[in-house]
């Protein structure tokens, strides 16, 4: 790949004009949270957008009072927790922690949302023009945003902070680029591992796709491009290395903690066959598009937020056909490239069996060589396809580049552009209302009931299901790292740590007795008669926890079904007694 020539070079216009576009569709579709940022939340997944705001919160205030973010006890008491082996986001959340601070952790999770959408969009487009010979700057807007608002980005953006933040990945295959082209080995180099480093903090998984792709476009490409390959070697290979060196020593500990450090895990404890792309997926439209909104799509995913191929049977021909038509008429051994990588990563993202239609097939895939692997086995294999929407994106900015090149009539091919893409217009993010936090919590008047690191224990326990306890403790971490403030400890969490079988990880801790008990009720609103052996288990529970209060809001609310109020309390008062009523919830002393 080269610079692209004089005559096409990027103007500054039209980068204004894909930033501003890439901008007001990211709004557009994130319109319902900006309505209401604190009382609203995402509502396929409210349990991810907790969890993400509370490491917003936990990283403004370790940034202020220089605790460490990736080993925190603030969870899961008395245990703790290791952010290591989980999405930490730290980056983000020392970058935004004056956001966080000063609009709070909602605020700052809609915000990054937002840029994260507009971002992909625009470096993909950057990259595109940049990179590409010969792309015209409609053709790389084209591409650009396709990459930024595909049917994966849309379906990730159902709270997903780390798979969003898909800018990063064509700032780093420019870089490597830029290395081949120019002797600023050093620098470029120095770029790429601080982007690196940013990257394995907001989401490893896709810094470990990356590479895997990086190796398998340059290996198909430096088949055919031998001479022009090794010329390149030694200033990438150099660059590299310094930037092996930088993100190395930037990553030492968070790799150490990952690989090494307490309360790790082994696996993911997902089931790989359970979250493997559909083969039939491929062909289909997704939920939040205009086709989806006609009653088109087909839920071929395992939840709402991995549709990660789901790009229509109009757009795959029309694919096919780009492939073909650009061999002839582009840089054949980048276009074959681009294919072979998009065909590998669709394979594998099929998982171990052969998945079509919603039923698991006896056909072995691939990726079963893969999956029990070191590093593999934390990946989950559907996630793979998000390598395939960025080459369909290269293809399409490369072919509205060559219209005029084509065969045949240009408004043929202007229609089937139309035909592909039209559908896959994305659709508002659905959102619903959220009880905002007590005003017991915000206001400080938990701090006479519960010492400073004390712990708090909200009814129900906090996890991925229910995680409005956790959702509180945000918004003290965030008021904390303004004010220095007191702030609260709570069990459990929603978090991923050890407890799954064979030594991988699993959601939370393993639950307790009391946990298990006030989820019940909650989802399920029957409050069972209560024995004297059952109260002393919940006061084990307790104990063990360090608790000093137990706190029930009048509003409740789970992430993937309702909640009953009205049977927690009389549990709860069967349990340990009547409580007290203080500020807007129901509170007993321990």
């Known amino acids: 790949m080269a610079p692209p020539p004089a005559s096409t070079r990027p103007s500054k216009k039209a980068d204004l004009a894909v930033a501003v576009i890439s901008l007001a569709l990211a709004i557009y579709l994130t319109g319902g949270l900006w309505a209401a940022p604190t009382q609203r939340a995402i509502d396929v997944n409210s349990g991810d957008q907790a969890l993400f705001e509370w490491l917003l919160g936990l990283g403004a205030h370790a940034l202020t009072h220089g605790e460490n973010p990736l080993l925190t006890t603030w969870l899961n008491a008395p245990d703790g927790v290791n952010l290591a082996v989980n999405t930490s986001i730290t980056a983000y959340a020392v970058v935004f922690a004056p956001v966080t601070i000063w609009l709070g952790p909602a605020v700052a999770f809609t915000v990054i949302l937002t840029l994260n959408l507009a971002a992909t969009a625009y470096c993909w487009f950057?990259?595109?023009?940049?990179?590409?010979?010969?792309?015209?700057?409609?053709?790389?807007?084209?591409?650009?945003?396709?990459?930024?608002?595909?049917?994966?980005?849309?379906?990730?953006?159902?709270?997903?902070?780390?798979?969003?933040?898909?800018?990063?990945?064509?700032?780093?295959?420019?870089t490597v680029v830029r290395l081949g082209q120019r002797r600023r080995w050093i620098r470029d180099g120095i770029i790429l591992g601080l982007l690196?480093?940013?990257?394995?903090?907001?989401?490893?998984?896709?810094?470990?796709?990356?590479?895997?792709?990086?190796?398998?476009?340059?290996?198909?490409?430096?088949?055919?491009?031998?001479?022009?390959?090794?010329?390149?070697?030694?200033?990438?290979?150099?660059?590299?290395a310094v930037a092996a060196g930088v993100s190395g020593v930037l990553l030492a500990y968070p790799l150490w903690l990952h690989f090494a450090g307490p309360y790790g895990y082994h696996g993911t404890g997902f089931d790989a066959k359970i979250h493997s792309e559909d083969l039939a997926a491929y062909g289909t439209w997704p939920v939040r598009s205009l086709a989806g909104a006609l009653g088109l799509n087909v839920n071929l995913a395992p939840n709402p937020t991995e549709e990660n191929s789901f790009f229509g049977l109009p757009l795959l021909l029309l694919s096919l056909v780009a492939y073909g038509v650009l061999r002839r008429v582009s840089d054949r051994?980048?276009?074959?490239?681009?294919?072979?990588?998009?065909?590998?990563?669709?394979?594998?993202?099929?998982?171990?069996?052969?998945?079509?239609?919603?039923?698991?097939?006896?056909?072995?895939?691939?990726?079963?060589?893969?999956?029990?692997?070191?590093?593999?086995?934390?990946?989950?294999?559907?996630?793979?396809?998000?390598?395939?929407?960025?080459?369909?994106?290269?293809?399409?900015?490369?072919?509205?580049?060559?219209?005029?090149?084509?065969?045949?009539?240009?408004?043929?091919?202007?229609?089937?552009?139309?035909?592909?893409?039209?559908?896959?217009?994305?659709?508002?993010?659905?959102?619903?209302?959220?009880?905002?936090?007590?005003?017991?919590?915000?206001?400080?008047?938990?701090?006479?009931?519960?010492s400073d690191r004390g712990v708090l224990v909200s009814v129900p326990i906090a996890n991925d299901l229910v995680p409005d306890g956790q959702r509180w403790q945000a918004d003290a971490l965030a008021r904390s790292a303004g004010d220095r403030g007191p702030v609260f400890r709570i069990p459990a969490g929603f978090f991923l740590g050890p407890g799954g079988p064979d030594g991988t990880g699993r959601i939370g801790p393993i639950p307790t007795y009391t946990q298990t008990l006030l989820e019940d009720v909650a989802k399920t609103g029957y409050a069972p008669p209560i024995t004297d052996a059952e109260r002393a288990r919940v006061r084990a529970d307790l104990k063990y926890w360090g608790a000093e209060a137990v706190v029930l809001a009048d509003d409740v609310q789970g992430a993937h079904w309702e909640t009953h109020q009205p049977a927690l309390l009389e549990v709860m008062k069967r349990l340990l007694g009547e409580p007290q009523r203080v500020d807007d919830v129901w509170l007993w002393q321990l």
């Open 126 to 174: 950057w990259l595109f023009r940049r990179c590409l010979p010969g792309t015209t700057a409609l053709g790389a807007a084209v591409g650009g945003i396709f990459c930024g608002f595909a049917p994966a980005l849309v379906s990730h953006a159902n709270a997903h902070l780390n798979w969003t933040a898909q800018w990063l990945v064509p700032l780093m295959i420019g």
């Open 196 to 240: 690196i480093a940013a990257c394995f903090s907001i989401a490893a998984e896709q810094l470990f796709f990356t590479a895997l792709a990086g190796v398998v476009f340059v290996a198909v490409w430096a088949v055919t491009r031998r001479a022009q390959a090794r010329a390149m070697a030694t200033p990438v290979l150099k660059g590299l």
């Open 333 to 450: 051994a980048l276009v074959r490239a681009l294919a072979v990588t998009g065909v590998v990563f669709a394979v594998l993202s099929l998982g171990p069996q052969l998945r079509w239609w919603g039923s698991l097939t006896s056909i072995p895939m691939p990726a079963a060589l893969l999956v029990k692997l070191p590093v593999f086995n934390a990946a989950l294999p559907s996630r793979l396809a998000l390598v395939v929407a960025p080459v369909v994106g290269a293809l399409l900015a490369l072919l509205v580049s060559r219209l005029r090149a084509l065969p045949g009539p240009r408004w043929v091919w202007v229609a089937g552009l139309v035909a592909a893409l039209l559908p896959l217009v994305p659709t508002p993010l659905l959102v619903r209302d959220r009880p905002p936090v007590p005003h017991f919590i915000s206001s400080g008047t938990w701090e006479q009931y519960v």
